[in-house]
């Protein structure tokens, strides 16, 4: 049978589930009726719940803290709920989910709080190797998709480039060092990376053959000669992980005048997958790269 309208505060808010991580099963229940969601599991420490994502939502105007504060759910897929007719989102994710998979339909709209009141403010989203703050998640919805914070390492511009003696650099939130590299050039070959600086300003580019980007690396305003006198880089693996939603120029990232300062020994890059959106130059990007063949820049 139907479930009545409102089903505001049924498992949660201040009175919520919280005795243990219990699990619960809502498969098959008749939603379509339901005008309300509010506080509907807020509170709760529910570990698992099951059938959610087969509910009829088509009529729900109110989804306000639907599943907020909820301390042991990690992972939550509402991706065949129907948003059209919602008219309040807010705070609807304030918990310490991990995995978020939501529908095209979905849209935040709240009625009290910004739109970071819906998730906490430091965490970063990752969907098709692409970074996501969670106000960009939110406020501005990329699209339907799940949406993954489990484990995803990501530091600010005072990040870390760790130069091995085979001429890998890394670059990683961190100096630990990974012995599957082996030893450091020297005992000071740990340069920090800032919102500005180049890689050659710490450290001597031609010593570089392969550069990884082992973690994301946010913040950086200007890629501008980055890897100028990286003359003997071959290989860049995952370059999207060097964030690039607010960098500004990318002139001389690759190139310059001379093979004396460009990546000469780069024969490929692969661009695809970075947010060029903030920036206003590609002036010599790849000037002098004399071994160039294959640039994927993004759609």
Known sequence: SNLPSVMEHCFGRWWGITMGTPSIDVSGWNTSNVTSFNGLFAGCSVKTLTGINTWNTSNVTNMFQCFNSMSNLNSLDISNWNFANVTNTGMMFSSSFTSLTLPASFQYVGNYGDALASLPSDRYWVHNDTLYSSEELIKNFPGAGTY?????????????????????????????????????????????????????????????????????????????????????????????????????????????????????????????????????????????CAKLETVIMPS
């Open 148 to 288: 993954s914070s489990d484990e995803v390492a990501v530091c600010g511009v005072d990040a870390y480039g760790l130069l091995y003696a085979d001429g890998t650099l890394v670059l990683q939130k961190g100096d630990a060092v990974d012995s599957a590299y082996g030893p450091l050039i020297t005992s000071s070959g740990v340069v920090l990376l800032t919102a500005t600086n180049k890689l050659r300003d710490t450290l001597d580019g031609k010593k570089v053959h392969k550069v990884i980007v082992k973690d994301f690396i946010v913040g950086r305003t200007t890629f501008a000669s980055f890897f100028e006198h990286f003359t003997n880089l071959t290989e860049i693996v995952d370059f999207y992980k060097l964030d690039a939603r607010n960098v500004t120029s990318c002139k001389s990232m690759f190139g310059s005048f001379s093979t004396d300062y460009s990546c000469a020994s780069l024969t490929s890059i692969d661009l695809s997958k970075c947010n060029f959106n903030s920036c206003t130059t590609f002036e010599t990007m790849f000037n002098s």
